[in-house]
């Protein structure tokens, strides 16, 4: 194949290769801010039977099959094992597949169809199962489904002899960099960007990761690499228990000492009711992390947001409903589903004000427990309207540390 390899591979082993791409301008990823860009990983496995894992997003195919040139002639490649279903990884699969033709290509069950249900294949898709293996001649590939983490054609796969964990989008985080290893990044930049992932694809899905966790041990694999298909690899056992211990504290999203306020405003108002929360909430001894929204972004907010035992949400009224900007943050964190929290609402109005019962609605509907009497305060609220809401952060802050006992 007239491939000229313009960009290189990366050795993560002897026998296999990053041959993935590095997308430093991303900055959305479906409703995600992804400010540190990020990359799309991909994996050559250079043994009896040339292995491919997962591809990479369609415009990238050209660094995918040219970072493969670096190595072997892509057409040399026998398998082609697809971990992970959404376009990012799959985009150029069936073309990659067309230019390759692999003797197989492998995917969960639930992977075929999908695969088949997103793109045309020219030739058929082999399933396989949790416990599955394949020889590829020195070294083996066992394979793991990870239903719902985040996807039903999630699933992991395990390179026996190399003991690389080819884990798809679990434990991978958006960072675009021309390292390749955890450890070379600042601790962090490494933690906030595996928490902002974790935060926004997989916090929906804790319990699942939860029992995950619980099982892994059955299935006796000695990780010496994590591999995800997002940022870096992990290959210093302290960084893989670290960042297995972060899962097992974010799926449990224990209660914490922090309060966040989120809220947006008019002409004010909202905002100084906010700043008279946040000062409730400290003098109660809990620390507030306060956020307009139009300021920040949805990501951000349920980043913060998995490190706070509550959460406190205010807007105004605008045409009798609640603020756009709200509205969009509550739903997204209403989809994201986080647990064990408690909160409260606040806001200003002029003459209707049905912003408050949204808040509270939206509250509810995220199992969010009110734990204080909402304050609702018509135009611009004055020195001694402010107390309201010093008392409302003093209520919360309160019943946050009775929790928290
Ligand atoms: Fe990175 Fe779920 O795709």
Not at 13 to 18: F, G, I, L, M, N
Not at 80 to 97: F, K, Q, R, T, Y
Not at 393 to 405: N, T
Request: hydrophobic letters at 40%.
């Amino acid at each position: 194949m007239n491939n000229p390899h313009y960009l290189k591979a990366v050795k993560v082993t002897e026998k296999v290769y990053w041959v993935g791409a590095v997308d430093w301008n991303v900055n959305e990823f479906h409703g995600y801010r992804t400010e540190r860009g990020s990359t799309y990983n991909a994996f050559l496995i250079m043994d009896e039977k040339i292995t491919l894992i997962d591809a990479v997003k369609a415009p990238f195919k050209d660094h995918l099959l040219s970072r493969i040139s670096s190595v072997v002639d892509p057409e040399k490649i026998d398998y082609i094992v697809s971990n992970h279903a959404e376009p990012d990884h799959s985009g150029c699969l069936a073309e990659i597949a067309r230019l390759v033709k692999p003797e197989k290509i492998f995917a969960s069950v639930a992977g075929q169809k999908a695969l088949m249900q997103h793109y045309d294949f020219d030739m058929p898709i082999e399933a396989v199962k949790t416990g599955d293996e394949i020889s590829l001649g020195q070294d083996t590939l066992k394979f793991i489904e990870t239903k719902m983490l985040h996807w039903p054609d999630s699933m992991f796969s395990y390179l026996v002899n190399d003991k690389i964990l080819f884990s798809q989008d679990a434990f991978g985080m958006h960072l675009a960099g021309s390292s390749l290893f955890a450890d070379e990044y600042e601790h962090d930049v490494l933690h906030w960007e595996a928490e902002k992932y974790y935060a926004n694809i997989l916090l929906l899905y804790s319990g699942k990761i939860k029992q995950l966790l619980e099982k892994l041990p059955e299935f006796n694999l000695d990780i010496r690499y994590i591999a995800p298909d997002h940022g870096p690899i992990y290959r210093d056992p302290k960084d893989i228990g670290m960042v297995i211990d972060w899962y097992r504290n974010w799926a449990e999203q224990p209660l914490s000492n922090n309060a966040l306020v989120v809220y947006d405003t008019m002409w004010n108002s909202t905002e100084k009711m906010a700043m008279s929360i946040a000062d409730g909430l400290r003098d109660a001894g809990v620390e507030p992390i306060v956020i307009k929204i139009s300021a920040r972004d949805r990501s951000f907010v349920a980043t913060e947001l998995l490190n706070c035992g509550a959460i406190i949400a205010g807007s105004p009224t605008l045409n009798n409903n609640i603020f756009p900007s709200m509205a969009d943050v509550l739903t997204y964190l209403k989809g994201l589903r986080p647990q064990n929290r408690i909160g409260a609402v606040f806001g200003s109005y002029g003459w209707s004000g049905e912003a408050i019962k949204q808040l509270e609605d939206y509250l509810r509907d995220m199992s969010v427990e009110l734990v204080a009497d909402s304050v609702k305060q018509k135009y611009v609220p004055k020195s001694n309207d402010l107390e309201a809401c010093y008392q409302l952060g003093i209520k919360v802050g309160q019943e946050l540390l009775q929790r928290l006992k």
